[in-house]
């Protein structure tokens, strides 16, 4: 087990950890940062779409991911340090005391993504979702009900900012990803592959209960307040998660994994669905 210890912050071995929170801001050149156990050992799986690049543990940590350790060695180089230190080069005080720097897939469009014609697929899309919080637990969400691919259109933050991938629980690092251009481009591009498109919007006509996805489904939500454009919502089946009178919507990752979830489990009761 190769690990290399690092005893300055300013050692250039380690430059891409240096003050992550300021990176995240700005330009990244294809790489990002996974933080803590549970994500770093999905950067390092064979599931991971992502590639590990480095990483950098806190000393007291190494034993611990022995087996990411040694599963790394000869594709990836891993560094520790001492708290302080590994303290002064993040910017901040890392309690999880573990970092993963990765390479991010390449973008793809939807016909690089998304399962062929032929087959019944589920699809989480979004729109202008700009909150990292939620753009992680929509992640999230797609892997835990087995969506086969998740749709982002151009209005949408980045997955791999370093907050949207710890609350995906890693889910950004081995989810399909596909990356269209604007909301009205997306649902026609679902649609030209045989998809129906459902989206919510309180304003819905038919409760989800009540609906019954076809073979081919792509789940569409939008950002919260605003919501999906009335042009886009006219574009699909508008479905609505009927709420108690004196409350309008839930968290979009809320009705995003009652859709999904609804969704899933029709396909369960009916395989070839």
Known sequence: MTVT????PDD???AAFRDIRERDLT???????????????????????????SLLLA?????????????LEGRAPVYAAEQGVL??????????????LGQRPPRHGMQAVVPSEAAPALVLAASGIGNHDNMGGLFRNAAGFGADAVVLDERCCDPFYRKAIRVSAGAVLRTPTAYAG?????VEGLMDQGFEVVALTPTGGEPLSEMIAAPRTAVLVGSEGPGLE?????????VSIPMAADFDSLNVATAAALA?????AERSRSPDR
């Open 230 to 238: 009335r042009r886009v919502i006219e574009r699909c089946r508008a």
């Open 5 to 8: 210890t690092i005893d300055r």
């Open 27 to 53: 330009g990244r050149e294809g790489l990002f940062i996974a933080e803590g156990a549970v994500i770093v050992r999905q950067l390092a799986s064979s599931h991971a779409l992502a590639g590990p690049r």
């Open 12 to 14: 250039p071995r380690i």
């Open 182 to 186: 604007s909301a009205g481009a997306m």
């Open 59 to 71: 000393a007291n940590r190494v034993e611990a991911m022995r087996d990411v350790i040694e599963g």
């Open 260 to 264: 999904l979830h609804h969704v899933a």
């Open 87 to 100: 303290d002064a080069i993040a910017g901040f005080a890392l309690h999880r005391g573990i970092l993963g």
